[in-house]
């Protein structure tokens, strides 16, 4: 069964450092998404890509965050500096959507995430 | 804005049905979700539901929802120790290609033997 894989598992870092998080999507979803999720919290959207374009990224902090998907397929999410505070899961997931919101093609199917600690 | 609430925590023997509840603000939203995530993972959608259903059901999960008072609810029938973990309601706001994800906190199931 196809999967979104993500890499790393886990990931290590002291404050200031750069970090950075890979995703392969589904083969063929052309949407892809980076969510944070906070212990004790469900996940909050990042940044959403149709494609290469970013169609969402409102609720990623800019002045430190960065995410891209040059070739509309991987994609890269990257940090820096890490603060404390960012120490959460990252998730990515993609779905099929098309140009219809409203469709099963929404279903947004999820990685295992990359868990980071910043010391 | 949007919100979605979740009772934080059920704990349920083994063989007993479970029933995990949610309810959401947005009326517009057009689908509506059950995820699992167990410890360390990621999220795997168990079931959803289109907004002009009431019922669905699949194997041994039943997806209750009142559109009127935008309350959604998870039933697990015959409930197993595999079935503990974080359950998370999401629904779909927005449309087109800005349609997104809402999470609540999400329920911990806990499955006594």
């Known amino acids: 069964e196809a999967e979104v894989a993500q890499s790393p598992r886990y990931k290590i870092t002291e404050k200031s450092q750069a970090v950075a998080f890979w995703c392969d999507p589904i083969?063929?979803?052309?949407?892809l998404y980076w969510y944070r999720q906070i212990l004790g919290q469900g996940p909050e959207l990042l940044v959403q890509f149709q494609d290469e374009s970013v169609v969402d990224d409102s609720q990623l902090p800019k002045d430190r965050f960065s995410a891209e998907r040059l070739k509309g397929v991987d994609s890269t999410l990257k940090i820096q500096p890490a603060e404390l505070g960012d120490s959460a899961m990252y998730l990515c997931a993609s779905s099929a959507l098309g140009s219809s919101g409203a469709s099963p093609w929404n279903i947004q199917y999820f990685g295992a995430g990359t868990r980071l600690s910043v010391l | 804005g949007e919100d979605v609430e979740q009772s934080l925590f059920l704990s349920v023997r083994e063989g007993d049905s479970s029933v995990i509840n949610c309810t959401y603000t947005d009326s517009s939203s057009t689908y509506l979700y059950w995820y699992k995530q167990e410890p360390g993972a990621g999220l795997q959608l168990l079931t959803y539901?289109?907004?002009?259903?009431d019922m669905k059901q699949d194997q041994r999960l039943t997806v209750l929802l009142n559109k009127k008072d935008k309350h959604l609810s998870l039933r697990i029938a015959d409930t197993q120790t595999g079935d503990s973990a974080i359950y998370f309601c999401?629904?779909?706001?927005?449309?087109?290609?800005?349609?997104?994800?809402?999470f609540g906190k999400g329920t911990k199931l806990s499955v006594k033997p």
């Open positions: 999401a629904e779909m706001v927005g449309g087109g290609s800005q349609g997104n994800l809402i």
């Open positions: 539901i289109f907004s002009n259903m």
């Open positions: 083969s063929g979803h052309a949407t």
